[in-house]
């Protein structure tokens, strides 16, 4: 069974610039969830997807960050503009429905804004 | 609101000797519990879960210990080998949520 996959696995871009990061769950995982996590820190939740719902967005940091998920399968965060604080790792899983199921990462992508 | 704190930050073992990492956590209605490892470049990797109605579950080579009574959860490795080195956290759930709070990670160092 594959994994939760996530794209571009690294992107460095300019302050000012759009970047849109893609998260592919596990097959037939209702609930995704996208996360980051700033270097040293811990993991932050930013939202949860129930299909294509947005169960929870209160992690999202303001309105430069837009996920999507439309028809209940792959996941997009869009970033625009990006500042420098928006640096770090993000992180996609995904999980079967119940909140007592663990919830299976993806590799992240790296994210550098200069 | 929830807090997770793991004792050290860094953990240096010998290869072969057992590892134990703990975490404690604020919130005594946290009912579900799950460790996650980390390898550089990687995404956290599910490695066991426990329930609250548990104070004990063992995997291969991994075992879970729940205190609810302290609020403290600890994870142990046995027979440490090198490919275990890595970054090591826990996530606590509570009330039905599917959000977990993480800890900030223990980092295994294990030296042949």
């Known amino acids: 069974e594959a994994g939760v996959t996530q794209f571009p696995s690294h992107s460095v871009i300019e302050k000012g610039q759009t970047v849109t990061l893609r998260c592919d769950p596990i097959s037939g995982h209702d609930n995704l969830y996208w996360y980051r996590r700033v270097m040293g820190k811990e993991i932050k939740f930013l939202l949860h997807?129930?299909?294509?719902?947005?169960?929870?967005e209160s992690g999202m940091p303001n309105n430069r960050f837009l996920a999507e998920r439309t028809g209940g399968t792959y996941s997009t965060l869009k970033v625009q503009p990006a500042e420098l604080e928006d640096s770090g790792v993000y992180f996609c899983a995904s999980s079967q429905t119940s909140p007592e199921r663990p919830q299976y990462f993806g590799p992240g992508t790296r994210l550098l804004v200069l | 609101g929830e807090s997770v704190g793991l004792h050290l930050p860094t953990l240096s073992v010998q290869e072969g000797d057992n590892s134990i990492i703990n975490c404690a956590y604020s919130n005594s209605a946290s009912d579900y519990f799950i460790w996650y490892k980390q390898e550089s470049g990687k995404g956290p990797q599910f490695i066991i879960d426990?329930?609250?109605?548990?104070d004990k579950r063992q995997g291969q080579r991994v075992t879970v210990l729940l205190n609810k009574t302290v609020k403290h959860l600890s994870l142990q490795i046995a027979a440490t080998q090198p490919g275990d080195s890595a970054v090591y956290f826990c996530a606590v759930l509570t009330g039905g949520s599917y959000i977990p709070t993480f800890g900030r990670g223990t980092s295994l160092i294990v030296h042949p």
């Open positions: 997807f129930v299909k294509e719902s947005k169960q929870d």
């Open positions: 426990i329930r609250s109605n548990m």
